[in-house]
């Protein structure tokens, strides 16, 4: 199996508009519209070199070079700030001729780190070399501190005075810069395990949803075509080489389309889905954190509702559920008054046409809905309700992005300010985008081409943010038939890395994605070669 195939960095690059080209995928649902499913009758450790040459006596002249004043590529940084600190130890020595040489060795040695991060094609750290080197740094370190005080050669007060200045003045900025590559070694140094199967049969894992339980253990909701019913798969361990499977509902010829799960604040699963034999949305309320047992609701009995499902738990473990009315061509809500839904508020929050597929929702602060969705009136356009309320009697719409035919496979976070940001497919361009808004109803947003690149890539998104508040999305490369992530560098996105995860087969269909504590995406996915279901976990 091919793991961690290409790794690519990439700007925020705009290529020509492709004109997109849907290729058949053998034996899979038609997801791009309730329409056509319902025709289906369905819904090297661095060199040490020392320099002699006496052009870097900056130690006697009271300079510091400026070199140590700019940042050290992915966390290299943190190797100069050993030699600053050196530096000021060395204030309180009277320095013999070796200790300068020394320093020389230091200094030669970072720039070297320095020039072989920044020319180097590897995205993240190779961390055994990255402990070698720290080694030897603070080897330097201790061999300065312990060097005799009796020397011929001095430094005066003044020219002492002089460096502390300077190095005052530098530690600032290279306090900032550590912690800043801190937080991209976090983001960019994790490698992907080797997948696991978590069930396998004739189709099963389409439209999976992944969360992670309080342990920190992958748990996914998702439809098994061989019994034609809802099913959930724990797993009891960090990587799922143990898992336990359970069928949820089994009351119908066919249930559990448009899958979302989501866990309530004790870990207990909750999933809203599709009934397609009576075309009604439905909800599975967990007894436990295994879902041994389970309480299914029929949420919205109006017919032909319940398609392109998302579920959000409020603060008191009531389910809220986004979805699309196809009789209507309506964007709905349901607000369950309790934890099982025993009754629910229903809402249309948009019916401006043909709009409500392909929805994502998530909860602001204080417990109204937001929900990213598609509208397929016209071209097409990716559209975005901020609802006023809990329950939201009134909203804000907003039409996010309608350069060409976008909005599809929509995903939606929010960030720490409750501005939300959407990873979506660009149908024209076969491109994966993201919009971050700039406000809580997104007045105005930033738009992006995360990866444009050539074919078609894009569908099945879905995105978290790591610790930083930067984008991770999982999607599809129908071009390659691989699972893809893409790591942004910033909130924005300006800059991103893009990681081909798994290319071994037609792999990356129904992709979800969560982030563990240290920052790691683990990812769930539909092997079409083999009809399983499988998850990829990342480390640190």
């Given at each position: 199996?091919?793991?961690?195939?290409?790794?690519?960095?990439?700007?925020?690059a705009?290529t020509?508009?492709?004109?997109?080209?849907?290729?058949?995928k053998?034996?899979?649902?038609?997801?791009?519209?309730?329409?056509?499913?319902?025709?289906?009758?369905?819904?090297?450790?661095?060199?040490?070199?020392?320099i002699?040459?006496?052009?870097?006596?900056?130690?006697e002249?009271?300079d510091?070079?400026?070199?140590?004043?700019?940042?050290v590529?992915?966390g290299?940084?943190?190797?100069?700030?050993?030699?600053?600190?050196?530096?000021?130890?060395?204030?309180?020595?009277?320095?013999?001729?070796?200790s300068?040489q020394?320093?020389?060795?230091l200094?030669?040695?970072v720039?070297?780190?320095?020039q072989?991060?920044?020319?180097?094609?590897?995205?993240?750290v190779?961390?055994?070399?990255?402990a070698e080197?720290?080694?030897?740094?603070?080897?330097?370190?201790?061999?300065?501190d312990s060097?005799e005080?009796?020397s011929?050669?001095?430094?005066?007060a003044?020219?002492?005075a002089?460096l502390?200045?300077?190095?005052?003045?530098?530690?600032?900025?290279?306090?900032?810069e550590?912690?800043?590559?801190?937080?991209?070694?976090?983001?960019?140094?994790?490698?992907?395990?080797t997948?696991?199967?978590?069930?396998?049969?004739n189709?099963v894992?389409?439209?999976s949803?992944?969360?992670?339980?309080?342990?920190?253990?992958?748990?996914?909701?998702y439809?098994d075509n061989?019994?034609?019913e809802?099913?959930?798969?724990?797993?009891?361990d960090e990587?799922?080489?143990?898992?336990?499977?359970?069928a949820?509902?089994?009351s119908?010829?066919n249930?559990?389309?448009?899958?979302?799960?989501?866990?309530?604040?004790?870990g207990?699963?909750?999933m809203s889905?599709l009934d397609?034999?009576?075309?009604?949305?439905?909800?599975?309320?967990?007894g436990?954190?295994?879902?041994?047992?389970?309480t299914i609701?029929?949420?919205?009995?109006n017919?032909?509702?319940?398609?392109?499902t998302?579920?959000?738990?409020?603060?008191?473990?009531?389910?809220v559920?986004?979805?699309?009315d196809f009789?209507?061509r309506d964007?709905?809500?349901?607000?369950?008054?309790?934890?099982?839904?025993?009754?629910?508020?229903?809402?249309?929050?948009?019916?401006?046409?043909?709009?409500?597929?392909?929805t994502?929702?998530?909860?602001?602060?204080d417990?109204?809905?937001v929900?990213s969705?598609?509208d397929?009136?016209?071209d097409?356009?990716?559209?975005?309700a901020?609802?006023?309320?809990?329950?939201?009697?009134?909203?804000?719409?907003?039409?996010?992005?309608?350069?060409?035919?976008v909005?599809?496979?929509t995903?939606?976070?929010l960030t720490?300010n409750?501005?939300?940001?959407?990873?979506?497919?660009?149908?024209?361009?076969?491109?994966?985008?993201?919009?971050?808004?700039?406000?809580e109803t997104?007045?105005?947003?930033?738009?992006?081409?995360?990866?444009?690149?050539?074919?078609d890539?894009?569908?099945?998104?879905?995105?978290?943010?790591?610790?930083?508040?930067?984008?991770i999305?999982?999607?599809?490369?129908?071009?390659n038939?691989?699972?893809?992530?893409?790591?942004?560098?910033?909130?924005?996105?300006?800059?991103?890395?893009?990681r081909?995860v798994?290319?071994d087969?037609d792999?990356?269909?129904?992709?979800?994605?969560?982030?563990?504590s240290n920052?790691?995406?683990?990812?769930?996915?539909?092997?079409?070669?083999?009809h399983?279901?499988?998850?990829?976990?990342?480390?640190?």
């Amino acid at each position: 199996m091919s793991l961690e195939g290409s790794e690519v960095v990439r700007g925020d690059a705009q290529t020509d508009a492709q004109t997109h080209a849907q290729d058949e995928k053998t034996n899979l649902p038609e997801t791009q519209t309730a329409e056509t499913a319902m025709d289906h009758g369905v819904v090297a450790q661095p060199s040490r070199k020392r320099i002699g040459d006496g052009s870097e006596d900056w130690l006697e002249r009271g300079d510091v070079p400026t070199k140590y004043s700019s940042a050290v590529g992915l966390g290299r940084c943190a190797r100069a700030w050993l030699v600053v600190v050196t530096l000021i130890a060395l204030g309180s020595l009277v320095c013999a001729a070796v200790s300068i040489q020394l320093v020389k060795d230091l200094q030669s040695e970072v720039a070297e780190l320095q020039q072989q991060s920044s020319s180097s094609s590897s995205v993240y750290v190779n961390t055994s070399q990255f402990a070698e080197v720290t080694e030897t740094l603070e080897a330097y370190a201790t061999r300065l501190d312990s060097l005799e005080t009796t020397s011929a050669t001095h430094i005066n007060a003044t020219q002492l005075a002089v460096l502390e200045t300077k190095v005052d003045e530098q530690a600032i900025n290279i306090t900032a810069e550590i912690e800043a590559h801190k937080s991209a070694i976090t983001t960019l140094q994790f490698h992907f395990g080797t997948p696991r199967i978590v069930d396998s049969g004739n189709h099963v894992g389409w439209y999976s949803s992944l969360s992670l339980s309080p342990s920190g253990y992958p748990v996914m909701a998702y439809y098994d075509n061989s019994n034609t019913e809802l099913a959930f798969a724990e797993c009891l361990d960090e990587t799922c080489s143990n898992v336990t499977l359970r069928a949820i509902d089994t009351s119908g010829d066919n249930v559990g389309w448009f899958i979302s799960l989501a866990l309530t604040s004790s870990g207990i699963p909750v999933m809203s889905y599709l009934d397609v034999t009576n075309r009604h949305l439905k909800l599975a309320v967990c007894g436990d954190a295994s879902c041994s047992a389970s309480t299914i609701r029929t949420v919205d009995t109006n017919d032909f509702t319940g398609f392109y499902t998302s579920v959000a738990i409020t603060s008191t473990d009531s389910p809220v559920i986004s979805y699309h009315d196809f009789g209507n061509r309506d964007l709905k809500l349901a607000v369950c008054d309790d934890t099982t839904c025993s009754t629910a508020t229903i809402v249309t929050v948009d019916s401006s046409g043909k709009v409500g597929e392909y929805t994502s929702i998530a909860l602001t602060t204080d417990g109204s809905p937001v929900i990213s969705y598609y509208d397929g009136s016209g071209d097409g356009a990716l559209k975005l309700a901020v609802c006023g309320d809990a329950t939201c009697s009134t909203s804000t719409i907003r039409t996010v992005d309608s350069d060409g035919n976008v909005g599809q496979h929509t995903s939606l976070v929010l960030t720490e300010n409750d501005y939300p940001a959407i990873s979506y497919y660009d149908v024209t361009n076969g491109n994966l985008k993201l919009a971050v808004c700039d406000d809580e109803t997104c007045s105005t947003s930033t738009i992006r081409t995360v990866d444009d690149d050539d074919g078609d890539v894009g569908e099945y998104t879905s995105i978290r943010l790591n610790a930083n508040s930067h984008p991770i999305i999982s999607y599809h490369d129908a071009t390659n038939f691989d699972v893809k992530v893409a790591v942004c560098r910033d909130a924005t996105c300006s800059t991103s890395t893009i990681r081909t995860v798994v290319s071994d087969g037609d792999v990356g269909y129904f992709t979800s994605l969560a982030v563990t504590s240290n920052g790691s995406p683990v990812v769930s996915y539909f092997d079409n070669d083999d009809h399983n279901l499988l998850v990829v976990s990342a480390f640190i």
